[in-house]
């Protein structure tokens, strides 16, 4: 029942912008925190973003500090990541997060590269 699907994903030149998308269903979305993580193959996974359930306070790893804006939709049960001035090390799986028992979206690849 219980389901995050990421979109919005692909190849980016250094420098551009992407907007990544989580659709979730299967559980009252309003009432639970959200979070972006990354991951690069043989690194660990990294929080990326977080943003609590009403949206009204939001926070970021340092490194996508002043690059990234974390938001949500309640009404349409959505979290997006507008990522700017992308840089090669932002390359990675990204996957949104609920708290509601700890459930993961499948991920999407983004790759920044010239």
């Known amino acids: 029942q219980v389901q995050l699907v990421e979109s919005g994903g692909g190849l980016v030149q250094p420098g551009g912008s992407l907007r990544l998308s989580c659709a979730a269903s299967?559980?009252?979305?309003?009432?639970?925190?959200m979070r972006w993580y990354r991951q690069t193959p043989g690194k660990e996974r990294e929080l990326v973003a977080t943003?609590?359930?009403?949206?009204?306070?939001?926070s970021y790893a340092d490194s996508v500090k002043g690059r990234f804006t974390i938001s949500r939709d309640n009404a349409k049960y959505t979290v997006d990541l507008q990522m700017s001035n992308l840089k090669p090390e932002d390359t990675a799986m990204y996957y949104c997060y609920t708290l509601f028992k700890g459930y993961w979206g499948q991920g999407t690849q983004v790759t920044v590269s010239s």
């Open positions: 943003i609590t359930s009403a949206g009204d306070i939001t």
């Open positions: 299967g559980f009252t979305f309003r009432n639970y925190g």
